[in-house]
């Protein structure tokens, strides 16, 4: 494969998916419009993200009762599963976007994860809101927008089941605007006023399905972004979207997720604005340009991206197919790196970028290479969480301390036992670091390297997962 | 074999860095770090230093600061409710949680001060969300990515410069030490920080980061990510160097509490009295998310949190550096004033917090205690904002411009 096609897949396949490991970048097509076309038609079926065991509504737990009319030792038992539920979603996800082809569904929802963030106890409910976000992932924004307002999880977290005709509350209109779709400063204390009173009776019955309240619902007159009718919150979200500022939000989201988060060009970014407003809000669309066009694989936009922990935790999981002994050990991982799924900072989302990175994340990502591949201790202690993040409270620290594994490094030692020291550390680094991140000192590598004659492979490899360049996609 | 057999030299076995006690007085007087700030006898000079404590998991105020003269309190709490005559009386409404004699003795010292009813406006219960507008600052509708601390980072106003200006015990680094384009140091110890930053692989890249990165000789802009993880990790090395050679200096000699909190309390003190260049550290202390059972639970946490104090200030005074330091405590909330139906108490909204100095401007109880009689649906109603103790405590007391770090002006409280 030419060079600079090469390179330029690798970007591709890093940035809309979570990179190929080199074995399977092998049997890759060689041009870009085909790779393009590949990934979307390899994520076209949806695999939900599921546990062996069937999840259960609070309803279930209440004895058929409403949750409110719980007892404690019922709530309890709630939490407590919850929490082993949400333990394994987790880890089932961080597999599943390790391993599936189709990883631009993952990425796209990994993506929307982060901008329709959200915190939910129950764990049903933080599953299915996952799931209505994968199934619509890359379908069209108007359609996930809706999907997620009529979600439990995200009623719950922003409130909306306090939003009543009587006593209006705000929370939920506000995100929507804020967060959600058009931005601040694109609407008056007015919009949200008449959008609250428009979603008002938006809830969900004790096993999670959507309903309206008719007698909750103030089905008056509503003045909303210059716009005058009984308007429904369906109608708050058509009046939304059809502004051209929500494409243009959700377009420069995306572009400084999947392209430059530090230097965004904004003429590109006016432009894809408008082609995503021109096609109806498909996000298919708005993705595919993004990924067909040539300022994506200009130099600066390549090689310079930090990796989120997520990606940084994926990335070493497939290309050396690690299994921890503890599988808890990837949460504690997330937990140091600062970046736990379903566990966002807040309704904004995780704000990614440098934001990953202060000294100790820096030497966290440094040190764990070593720590994987030689089972070597890390010696972290967190500090425990608020309650509402009891799962991770339930992660012993001390865990990190055992990172027992086992690796499969078969195929790089098929193809670089025999080879010198500057030869595997000049293949490697091309193998496993981002295009427009491989230039390093080589001499430095090769005299480390040699240091361990005994698996020169092993040493290898853990040198330059360990460096600041591997940090980056 | 393994790695770190070849390649990991650790200096802490080693002793570059250890220095024999008896050149302790003139480590202190020679070292390079330390400037002006102090003299071969630790007295202090101008060196301003903020403790932030958090207690997570939102404290119980009422049952903290005891108003033992409510009956109102009595009859919301009549299993959890401190009897009168076992809490720590400061004055005639309000007393110390029975564990809590050591912030008594301060109290009576004239070296606390008690600031009730602090919240802010439409609070927020979930744990979650509320600790992060207290680490944010922000309001309750507003959503921001960095911090108080880290906004006064980001400030570069004197006392902010360096990369080590402010220190978390911790292993990962909280919002609130988070700034947009500075942060905080997190560490557990000086020792640990510095065995993770001197590996010798480590030492290696960083250095030819230096050479050719960082001064130019490579291709890379100032605005590559690549350039800013370089930079870090100089810093990284840099700052664990010496907070590390300065932590030898002064060896504490006082027993703290056992465990975490304690141990975490001592290497603040160890850093502060070797003369670290460091304005901030940040303590956290949990568990006090006391839904049920609450007294023998909270009881015991209090102990720690104020036993722990208690020998950090007499730790600080020996070495006559309590003048400049001021310890600021905070919970995200405090809790209903109810018991609930498990002997415990629910999610809240104000609450008190404590600031301790050598010398405040306003000791003893700042403000009314808590107005029971007037709740907002079950809860207390805040009367200080905290953004204002905040304020206090960059403007007044670290010199910074308020207006920056937390969107309005420098107003004194006149605290400190």
């Keep these: ?142 359609d996930l927008l809706l999907a997620v307002a009529k979600e439990p999880a995200m ?186 799924l379903f566990h966002p900072p807040n309704v904004s989302g995780w704000a990614g970028g440098r934001n990953w990175i202060d000294s100790s994340s820096l030497l966290y990502r440094m040190r764990i290479p070593e720590s994987i591949f030689y089972t070597s201790e890390m010696d972290i202690t967190v500090k425990g969480d608020a309650a509402d993040s009891a799962m ?82 | 074999m393994k790695r770190r057999d070849f390649v990991r030299y650790t200096t802490l076995g080693s002793t570059a860095f250890l220095v024999p006690a008896f050149l302790k007085g003139f480590e202190r007087l020679s070292n390079p770090y330390l400037g002006p700030i102090e003299n071969a006898y630790g007295v202090s000079g101008n060196k301003k230093i903020l403790v932030v404590v958090q207690l997570s998991g939102g404290n119980d105020g009422l049952n903290t600061v005891i108003p033992y003269r409510n009956d109102i309190y009595y009859r919301e709490r009549p299993v959890i409710g401190k009897k009168e005559n076992e809490v720590l009386k400061l004055n005639d409404d309000l007393g110390l949680n029975p564990g809590m004699t050591a912030l008594k003795g301060l109290y009576d010292d004239g070296k606390l001060t008690v600031i009730n009813s602090v919240g802010y406006p439409n609070p927020d219960r979930s744990h979650f969300r509320s600790m992060d507008i207290w680490q944010s600052a922000s309001e309750s509708n507003q959503f921001e990515s960095t911090g108080w601390i880290g906004r006064y980072l980001d400030s570069n106003c004197q006392g902010a410069q360096k990369p080590y200006s402010a220190i978390e015990t911790d292993g990962s680094l909280s919002l609130a030490m988070r700034g947009e384009t500075r942060t905080g140091i997190a560490l557990e110890s000086p020792d640990a920080y510095f065995a993770m930053a001197h590996d010798k692989y480590i030492k290696a890249v960083s250095e030819r980061g230096n050479s050719s990165l960082l001064n130019g000789t490579d291709d890379i802009q100032k605005e590559d990510n690549l350039h800013y993880l370089y930079k870090t990790l100089a810093e990284s090395g840099s700052s664990a160097d010496y907070i590390y050679k300065t932590s030898r200096i002064y060896k504490s000699t006082f027993e703290y509490p056992k465990g975490e909190f ?84 629910d999610h809240g909204t104000a609450n008190n917090m404590f600031i301790i100095n050598g010398n405040l401007k306003k000791p003893g109880i700042y403000n009314d205690a808590p107005d029971l009689s007037n709740l907002d649906n079950g809860d207390l109603i805040y009367k200080v904002d905290f953004k204002d103790v905040y304020g206090e405590m960059v403007g007044n007391w670290l010199g910074a411009d308020t207006e920056k770090i937390l969107y309005r002006k420098n107003l004194s409280m006149g605290l400190i």
């Excluded at chain 1, 539920?85 to 994860?113: C, P, Q, V």
């Excluded at chain 2, 909270?298 to 310890?327: C, H, P, W, Y």
Aim: proline share 3%.
């Design chain 1, 1 to 142: 494969m030419e060079k600079s096609i090469h390179s330029s897949l690798k970007h591709l396949y890093l940035r809309a998916g979570f990179g190929l490991s080199p074995w399977d970048f092998e049997v890759r097509e060689n041009s870009i419009p085909k790779a393009v076309e590949n990934l979307f038609s390899e994520s076209k079926n949806v695999t939900e993200l599921q546990l062996d065991r069937e999840l259960h509504s609070p309803k279930y737990y209440a004895g058929g009762m409403m949750m409110g009319k719980m007892s404690q030792e019922q709530k309890k038992e709630l939490t407590k599963q919850s929490i082993a539920d949400e333990k394994e979603m987790n880890l089932k996800w961080i597999e599943k976007m390790a391993m599936e082809n189709g990883s631009l569904r993952e990425k796209m929802t990994l993506f929307w994860h982060g901008h329709f963030a959200c915190t939910e106890p129950i764990s049903l409910y933080a599953l299915m809101l996952n799931n209505t976000i994968r199934r619509n992932a890359l379908g069209n924004f108007g």
């Design chain 1, 155 to 340: 009623l719950r977290f922003l409130n909306n089941q306090q939003n009543k005709k009587q006593s209006p509350n705000e929370n939920f209109a506000r995100e929507v605007m804020e967060l959600f779709t058009i931005g601040r400063g694109k609407y008056t204390e007015d919009d949200i006023k008449n959008a609250a009173r428009a979603f008002t009776g938006w809830t969900t019955d004790g096993d999670g399905n959507f309903i309206k309240r008719p007698f909750q619902h103030d089905d008056g007159v509503k003045t909303f972004m210059g716009h005058t009718g009984n308007f429904d919150g369906e109608d708050i979200m058509k009046i939304i979207l059809s502004r051209k500022e929500t494409a243009d939000f959700i377009a420069a989201k995306a572009y400084k997720y999947f392209v430059n988060q530090e230097n965004p060009d904004q003429d590109i970014i006016a432009q894809l604005g408008q082609k995503f407003y021109d096609a109806d809000y498909e996000i298919g669309v708005l993705m595919h340009e993004i990924f067909i066009s040539d300022w994506f694989y200009d130099p600066k936009n390549m090689g310079n991206r930090i990796k989120s922990p997520i990606e940084l935790i994926i990335g070493l999981k497939r290309d050396f197919k690690i299994e921890f002994d503890n599988p808890e050990v990837e949460l504690g991982l997330q937990r140091i790196l600062g970046q736990i």
């Design chain 1, 392 to 473: 991770m409270s339930e992660v012993n620290k001390k865990i990190l301390k055992v990172m027992k594994n086992t690796t499969d490094l078969g195929y790089y030692d098929g193809k670089y036992k025999d080879k010198t020291a500057e030869e595997m550390v000049d293949e490697l680094s091309v193998s496993l670091l981002a295009p427009g991140a491989q230039n390093i000192d080589k001499p430095l590598m090769v005299d480390f390297v040699k240091s361990n004659s005994s698996d020169m492979v092993r040493s290898a490899i853990m040198l330059i997962t360990s460096l600041p360049e591997y940090q980056l996609s």
């Design chain 2, 262 to 345: 304690g141990k975490n309390l001592k290497t603040i003190a160890t850093l502060i009295v070797s003369g670290l260049d460091t304005s901030v550290y940040y303590i956290s202390l949990g568990g006090f998310d006391t839904h049920d059972q609450q007294n023998q639970r909270q009881d015991k946490l209090l102990k720690e949190f104020s036993d722990g104090i208690g020998v950090f200030t007499d730790d600080l005074k020996a070495n006559n550096r309590l003048r400049d330091v001021v310890v600021m405590t905070f919970s995200e909330f405090g809790r209903r004033v109810s018991q609930n139906a498990s002997n415990g108490t």
